[in-house]
């Protein structure tokens, strides 16, 4: 039959219809969604869940961490696999997202780094991509298609325009514009209109009349003369709102997440500095108008996605030097007067040890003529020993590679030595020639590293606080001669300091549980209370008062009441402004706070009587 005789039948079916009808209109729903949904839901519950449930940091940080790539995987799966759509279709999707993908990350790798696209930028996307599918059911197929396509760029365009400048102790991250000022170019602007000082000599001896040496209320160095954030001989009074601190300067400061060591009226702090901030800086400041005396440089910078740039140690004072450790490994010791080098190492080529991800951390430490830092090298190089005098290497030892602890001059079992706190457990070394007195193995997997300080409870027992759900233990440290043994007494996981020191007083320990701040008994290591109040801050103890001195994650100063009954607190203010993870120093009436944008001073009003 021909053509024109099957037209002419008006009865014949037109069997190609429709494959017709279905280019031009095709179906308006060709996916198979239910699994995507599935999917989605999955991730925010895996990456939800600990926090809402107050989980520890052990379980939060993988979930986070975890929860996109499942969640991206399981997307990809279900698009290529079983959506249903034309092959064209899921190949060009695939592609066009991680074509955008690559490009964002080589374009933003400074600005919004790869754990940032992996923790908010894939969360996001995917939940948008299942988002858009679902709410655009009612559209034809390439409308859908196209407005996928148009999603995807926006959402890569995104991470290109933003910035993220860290995160707090819970995660919480701070996101600005790429172009926005940070704090560091506030501060470079600022000190283009001042005069600034130069590391000399003659410039310093005319203001400074006698060499610096350590007196009653100086604060020598992290955390105090013991390491252990305690001061007696200091009653404040407690009430802020009747008698508040007065505040005698505050100025901004370049990034650096160490604390402050006071001699006399000079303030010695680590920062970020230079016109790029290229340059790492340890300063000295007037402690009574926080003006600059004279300032060190090293061309070195270091910055991370959690904390941001900067140093992270805090400066040691020791007969009339300062000894300084940067981010990426130098070992300074300036002339405390001038800051002038007297000498510098390098503790990465000394030790052979690779810069750690949160950057070097460790506090100098100076005993029987040795300063001491840990550099976490191998083949017996975790802690090193340098002669103060000239900088001579003096000795290496121990095998612990995680640590961000600074070594912590103790005296147990009536002998004299050095603590430090380790991915491995806990090892004690005589201050003069590493020689290693005893060991506790105590090793935490997958690379994770120990961050607070060691604190001894007396002469034969101390406390090893751990984060990521391990927890703090109580060791009881025995000797007959030259045998040493370390055993556990206690583990309790009511309080996992991660980064934040907690401090001993009168049988109990108080501290920070992830964010939660808690009173722990040191007979049995159990909870007596605890409180949601102040992120993740610091703490300091004023013992003559049962008084707990806290600084919040926030920037806020409050005072406790050291008490196991209750949590009680007597007052807060508002000290200074941004994330504050640095810790508080007190010395001649006056409070010295410092974060990684600002510092300020207060003048904390006696006690009546005092």
């Known amino acids: 039959m021909s053509l024109i005789d099957s037209q002419a039948l008006p009865n014949t079916p037109d ?86 993908g690559a490009v964002a990350v080589a374009v933003s790798r400074t600005t919004f780094p790869l754990v940032g696209v992996l923790f908010y930028a894939l969360p996001a996307m995917t939940s948008i991509w299942v988002l858009w599918l679902v709410i655009s059911i009612p559209l034809a197929w390439p409308v859908r298609r196209a407005g996928l396509l148009m999603l995807f760029v926006a959402a890569w365009v995104t991470t290109m325009v933003l910035r993220i400048d860290g995160m707090t102790g819970e995660f919480k991250t701070a996101f600005n514009w790429r172009w926005a000022e940070t704090s560091e170019d506030r501060l470079r602007a600022e000190l283009a209109t001042k005069k600034q000082p130069v590391t000399s000599v003659s410039a310093v001896k005319e203001t400074s009349k006698e060499a610096l040496t350590l007196g009653d209320g100086d604060w020598p160095g992290f955390r105090g003369p013991q390491r252990d954030s305690r001061l007696t001989g200091v009653k404040i009074a407690a009430n802020f709102s009747d008698r508040p601190p007065k505040l005698i300067w505050r100025h ?113 430490l100076v005993a029987d003529g040795v300063v001491t830092v840990f550099a976490g090298g191998p083949s017996g190089k975790s802690v090193l020993g340098y002669r103060a005098d000239d900088g001579k290497l003096a000795w290496s030892a121990g095998d612990g590679q995680n640590s961000y602890c600074s070594t912590q001059l103790s005296k147990l079992g009536g002998v004299e030595q050095l603590l430090i706190a380790t991915g491995d457990g806990v090892s004690a070394f005589e201050p003069a020639t590493g020689k290693q007195l005893w060991d506790h193995h105590w090793p935490m997997s997958g690379g994770m590293a120990r961050v607070v300080q060691p604190a001894v409870l007396d002469d034969s027992s101390l406390l090893v606080g751990t984060g990521f759900d391990y927890g703090t233990r109580k060791l009881a440290i025995k000797h007959d001669g030259d045998k040493w043994t370390a055993t556990e007494a206690w583990t309790s996981r009511d309080i996992k300091p991660y980064y934040n020191d907690l401090v001993v007083h009168d049988g109990n320990l108080y501290g920070f549980d992830n964010s939660f701040f808690t009173c722990v008994g040191l007979k049995d290591g159990k909870r007596k209370w605890k409180v949601r109040d102040y992120g993740s801050g610091q703490v300091l103890l004023l013992a003559d008062q049962d008084l707990l001195l806290v600084v919040s994650e926030t920037g806020e100063l409050a005072l406790l009441e050291a008490t196991p009954k209750q949590h009680k607190e007597l007052c807060r203010f508002q000290a200074i402004q941004g994330k504050t993870w640095n810790h508080p120093v007190i010395g001649h009436g006056r409070v010295f706070l410092r974060n990684g944008e600002e510092a300020a001073c207060y003048e904390l009003t006696p006690a009546a009587g005092a």
Not at 20 to 40: K, T
Not at 63 to 73: N, Q, R, S, T, W
Not at 302 to 325: H, N, Q, V
Request: charged share 15%; net charge neutral; with cysteine.
């Open 15 to 100: 069997t190609e219809a429709p494959l017709r009808n279905s280019l031009r209109n095709p179906p308006r729903n060709p996916l198979r969604l239910w699994p995507a949904i599935v999917i989605i839901a999955v991730q925010w519950a895996i990456a939800l869940a600990p926090g809402l449930l107050g989980l520890p940091m052990s379980v939060a940080f993988p979930a986070m961490m975890f929860a996109p790539m499942i969640g991206l995987g399981g997307l990809v799966a279900w698009w290529l696999l079983f959506s249903g759509i034309a092959w064209r279709d899921r190949l060009l999707g695939i592609g066009v997202f991680f074509a955008l």
């Open 252 to 364: 901004r400061v370049g990034p650096g997440w160490g604390s402050f060591a006071l001699v006399g009226n000079r303030l010695f702090t680590q920062e970020q500095r230079g016109d790029q901030g290229e340059k790492e800086a340890v300063i000295c400041y007037s402690a009574d108008t926080g003006e600059s005396l004279w300032i060190h440089t090293d061309d070195s910078r270091f910055a991370e996605i959690m904390a941001g740039p900067g140093p992270r140690a805090t400066p040691t004072f020791d007969s009339g030097r300062i000894y300084a450790l940067g981010a990426n490994g130098a070992l300074n010791c300036l002339d405390a007067a001038s800051g002038a080098v007297i000498w510098t190492h390098d503790v990465v080529a000394d030790s052979g040890a690779k810069v750690p991800q949160w950057g070097f951390s460790a506090s100098p």
